[in-house]
């Protein structure tokens, strides 16, 4: 049998486009590994999951870990219990750790991603594949870039931002976020900001909420009533930011972002999005957004209409089936 490994509730619409374009059946394994998820508990599953599934799984064909850890330790286990299955590792991120347990868990990555059996290793820019390349010299044949791809609807509620009153910005995620710019920004601007993010705090910012307990479905209520999305990024080549981008876009939000090199392949610079490279822009295009709805509404359908085409999760499946 043919598996994808989860860490989401499965999505019907992703496994026809794998099942189109790679012609073989998948079945599917699930162990919840989102943000609202303890993080104690997240990081127990990174390792018990894929155990289970190779000690107790008998008739393995072939992997697709929409997990990335969930296929690295699939893979560590395979070799240690001398398992052999074609493995893809999909959402590839890494990024090196310093001292001994970076030095520890850079070890374990390059010992998962070395196995022979992993064929393909998904990352979500161009730049990436030339990135961990040269940082994973053995196994640089093996990195394959292929664009994100999201649901074309989102939870149960109106995407139109009817439900909430469109006075703020919103901004949501942890990965590579530079939550300082934007902070000031709003109070530069005047405009209420509300960030979906547990780590971060509010202190010193009158404009600024912080929204500690906001996922899935609330997530997506936030994003909906905002009348622009932003997304700061701290590291330019770290690949980050992708899915609030999208998630923006498919609600028919104007997006701000930070020049970075992993959205380029989702953004056109002045049609679905506007690209922030100073501290000044950030508060000027949130002052142009506000107060110029026509553009804001341009901005927004233009990349609603984009993500409809180019980067739904049908389209993932099957280009990630084009793959194997």
């Avoid at 289970?52 to 560590?76: D, N, P």
């Avoid at 310093?98 to 070890?107: K, P």
């Amino acid at each position: 049998m043919n598996y994808v490994l989860f860490d989401c509730p499965p999505d019907e619409d992703f496994l026809a486009g794998l099942e189109q374009t790679s012609g073989v059946r998948w079945q599917t394994r699930f162990a919840d590994g989102r943000a609202s998820v303890g993080r104690v508990k997240r990081l127990l599953r990174y390792f018990l999951f894929p155990l289970g599934f190779v000690l107790f799984t008998r008739k393995v064909e072939r992997v697709v870990a929409w997990q990335q850890f969930y296929g690295i330790m699939a893979s560590v286990y395979a070799r240690i219990f001398r398992r052999r299955f074609p493995i893809t590792v999909m959402t590839f991120i890494h990024k090196p750790k310093r001292g001994l347990a970076g030095r520890m868990f850079d070890a374990l990555v390059r010992f998962g991603i070395g196995n022979p059996c992993v064929e393909s290793i998904i990352v979500f820019s161009p730049e990436e594949v030339d990135a961990y390349s040269r940082l994973f010299k053995a196994s640089a044949s093996k990195f394959r870039f292929v664009p994100l791809g999201i649901p074309e609807k989102a939870g149960g509620f109106k995407e139109d931002g009817s439900e909430v009153s469109s006075s703020y910005v919103f901004s949501a995620g942890r990965s590579n976020r530079d939550y300082g710019v934007l902070k000031r920004a709003a109070e530069d601007a005047r405009v209420p900001l509300r960030i979906a993010c547990p780590e971060e705090t509010a202190d010193g910012f009158s404009f600024t909420e912080i929204l500690a307990d906001c996922f899935d479905d609330d997530m997506e209520r936030q994003l909906s009533g905002a009348f622009a999305v932003a997304v700061p990024l701290r590291d330019k080549t770290i690949s980050s930011g992708q899915l609030v981008v999208l998630q923006a876009m498919r609600a028919g939000k104007p997006v701000v972002v930070s020049d970075n090199v992993s959205l380029r392949p989702y953004i056109r610079e002045g049609e679905t999005a506007l690209v922030a490279r100073r501290q000044e822009d950030w508060a000027g295009f949130i002052r142009m957004l506000r107060d110029d709805s026509g553009l804001a509404r341009k901005l927004g359908e233009a990349g609603r209409k984009r993500m409809r085409e180019e980067f739904t999760i049908r389209a993932l499946g099957e280009r990630v089936g084009e793959r194997l």
